[in-house]
């Protein structure tokens, strides 16, 4: 069937036929991250709110327009919160024209206070006593972070703890 | 430092890499010995290079060296250095890394095993080897790269995934499994240098089975670890549930098998030449395709990683490879026509391309292959289906177990029995009464089996069916080694214990088959009962309070404790189980809590048996002691018969591997056997 040299059609053919169509199913399920759960806050503006932090000052999302806003859902009990709370006190020095905000999660004031004078702290730690902001977040647990920018709209929602490798590319697309 | 010294190493295998790339084609092309040495050394110096730099990699994760990417990914403070040390493979970069590592011991043995003696193939095969080589030393030097230095380095890490510290399978399963997947790249390097050489004989056949049977035997013992660790760890009771990435591995271990079998057509009769090529190749395509399902985050799956650049990177290279091997088996194939026809120089120059039928041994092989080619397609259509709908309706769609289900277990049953049709024809012809009066012995036993299973009130129609099929195979396989040793009883008058011994000393790599065979039968009986009559409930009770009749057993909650550890605290909830007022034990489930995690992790007790094995496992229980607990209580008869069949099957590929004295060492016992009686005693 072929002579010394010549291509052997049928089996280029056949490779050809099954390759093709494979590479290009496996191609169209890039974009399509099955393991991403979908946020339907991302891309809206981020919610209003007006809470007083551990020393009584009031913050509100209407006076935080016009600058990056990284407001971690945290608490005391929780573990991955502590292994977080370090990279978010580094981050918080290092990128001063990022605020960074706690916002307390089922949590008491006192025990928090105590929490930070141990560990340390670089920003403020929101009071939100009946949980109104969570729920307007759509906080299922903590930690949970969300990355707002300058316009005001959530670009990320972070249900897990955040690492240097996770945290520094969304900052960036924040400060943009 | 580490940093900079380990990218030093991934870039300086990137360099071994490429010389021995060029240098093997030019080796090979011009028959040159100097652009031979410098192959065999740069492939040496591949090897040496990425094994150093996964040491590396273990060291900055025993000294917790956070300056490092990959460290800050998986290390911590509180992880012990024998969990430290599986660190390497938990996370998508490292895991890069390490295949690169277990590639380059690959590269090494090899180098080893070809040494001189093959010297029309060797360099093509480094050639091929090498460029597989390339890919990997660029994807660990460039985006999966695990030793970029952290600009903010923290004073501690999470730690690796909690579900890989929960259990010490979790530090033997993952090797294991990748020693199976990357060794494929080898009998595909070798297929690829009988194509590039254009020559295919006997010398090709020796190392290239040998070295399918090392990485088949690691994927075989990997996937059965695999099923271990989900049974063990992820609280269902179950070994496989069809996942896109536990089907991954099953994939190349389908065509594998086929090609370990086809081989020997091709090594006795000179038949199915392209066809074992293209198992050769494929399975090592599947391997890739594996790695791109875990790998590329484009598979919902438990244990595949998220979207990466690595997933677009590997595709490249999958597309690479899949037409690379089209156009080579293309162009190349009808070049081995000449060479082929003294590949069964092995037994003499038996070859026979003509005629055969249905009652040979080869045949049988030919629809044993057949079975094997359509499951293989069957499970990846299943597997590759959710992609398929959604690029062609945009809309998602899972397949699951039943689909599966429904087809593995024809398709299985149909292998079991072929796998005791083969042994029971000969090579070449064989009279249809003859081979009646064969197999009639293995139909009583399979009827025996079958009868054992419907007395046992494991009476469902395909239960007994399939214990049938276990039957007859078991008996087709044992003669096959006991007819020989009668023969020699009764043509030499030696007692049959020397017979015996005489018979595995010169049919070792035969018998290796039929012991490989006896640990299907293991998996295959475990399955059937465990599958076919798991019996489960799940029960809320207060501390004192009892199950009084769970598949016969008596089981009381205890109580709950909290054990603190340094890297998690568990919650052990104590179970008492009687049987017949007679005391069985005191069995501790345990939810685990990690720092990192916010959900709980959930760790099962098993209770195991030859005959049964009872299973706790926690849904729900707080940190209180002794608060009400939710268990999950599971009874599955034989389930420990499936763990032993991997390493029976060990046993018969090592046995098989052993090398066996040349036939002139053995006094010419070829010779000495009964006229008409083929090796393995069929006439």
Known sequence: MTRRGAVNVRYLLAGLVVVLP????????????????????????????????????????????????????????????????????????????????????????????????????????????????????????????????KQGTIVHKEAQALYPQTLQPLLARIRQ | MISMLGRGLVLGSLFFATTGFFGGAVAAMRKDRRAWLVTRNAAYAFSASMISANLLMIYALLVKDFSVEYVTEVGSLATPW????????????????????????????????????????????LHVLMGISIFFALLVGGIANPFAPVAMVPPDGPGPNPLLQNHWLMIVHPPTLYLGYVGMSVPFSLVCAALLAGRLDAGWMVPVRRLMLVPWTFLTFGIMLGGWWSYEVLGWGGAWAWDPVENASFHPWLTGTAFLHSAMVLQRRGRMRDWTLVLGMTTFLLTLLGTFMTRSGVFNS????????????????????????????????????????????????????????LLTREFSILVQNLLFAVFTFTVLLGTLYPLITEAMQERKVSVGG???????????????????????????????????????????????????????????????????????????????????????????????????????????????GQVAHYGVLFAVFSLALSKGYRLERDYTLNIGQSVEDFAGFTVTYAGSELVTEPMRQSVVANFDVTKGGKAVGRFGPK????????????????????TYDLYFSLIEVSKEANAT???????????????WSAPIIALGSALALWPQRSRQKQGGAQAQVPAGVQPGGAK
């Open chain 2, 629 to 643: 607990v939710v268990v999950r209580l599971i009874h599955e008869p034989y389930q420990m018969w499936l763990w």
């Open chain 2, 402 to 512: 039943p689909y599966f289900d429904k087809w593995a277990l024809p398709l299985g049953l149909g292998i079991v029995f072929m796998m005791g049709v083969g042994p029971a024809l000969p090579w070449g012809r064989t009279e249809p009464g003859a081979f009646s009066r064969r197999i009639a012995p293995a139909a009583v036993v399979g009827a025996l089996f079958a009868g054992w299973s419907y007395a046992l009130g494991f009476d469902k129609p395909y239960t007994v069916l399939t214990l049938f099929t276990i039957g007859f195979a078991l008996w087709c396989n044992l003669y096959e080694f006991i007819e020989p040793v009668m023969q020699r009883v009764g043509a030499r008058k030696e007692s049959p214990v020397s017979a015996a011994l005489k018979v595995f000393e010169r049919s070792r790599r035969r018998i290796g």
């Open chain 2, 591 to 610: 939810m685990r809590y990690y720092p990192t995690q916010r959900e709980p992790i959930v760790t099962p007790e098993v209770y195991s048996t030859p």
């Open chain 2, 302 to 357: 438990v244990h595949s990683f998220t979207q990466s650049a690595i997933g677009p990177v590997f595709l490249v290279f999958i597309g690479i490879s899949l037409v690379y091997s089209v156009v080579l088996l293309a162009m190349r194939s009808h070049l081995l026509d000449e060479t082929a026809r003294s590949v069964d120089g092995e037994l003499g120059g038996r070859s026979d391309r003509t005629g055969g039928g």
């Open chain 1, 22 to 149: 494979l590479l290009y199913f496996l191609a169209t399920g890039f974009g399509n991250d099955p393991h991403a759960v979908p946020d339907v806050r991302t891309g809206t503006p981020a919610p209003r709110f007006d809470l007083v932090d551990l020393d009584g000052k009031h913050w509100s999302m209407e006076e935080l327009k016009g600058k990056p806003v990284v407001l971690n859902f945290w608490s005391t009990w929780c573990g991955p919160c502590k292994y977080e709370h370090p990279l978010l006190l580094q981050a918080a020095k290092a990128y001063p024209d990022v605020v960074f905000l706690g916002v307390i999660y089922s949590d008491e004031p006192e025990a928090v206070r105590r929490y930070l004078a141990q560990k340390g702290q670089a920003y403020p730690h929101l009071v939100d006593p009946t949980g109104a902001i969570a729920i307007d977040f759509g906080v299922t647990g903590v930690p949970e972070s969300f990355f707002i920018d």
């Open chain 2, 82 to 125: 024998w969990i430290a040390i599986p660190s390497l493979w938990s996370s998508l970069n490292g895991s890069i890394l390490f295949w690169g590592g277990i590639l380059g011991g690959y590269v090494a043995l090899t180098v080893w095993t070809l040494g001189e003696k093959h010297k029309e193939y060797a360099p093509w095969a």
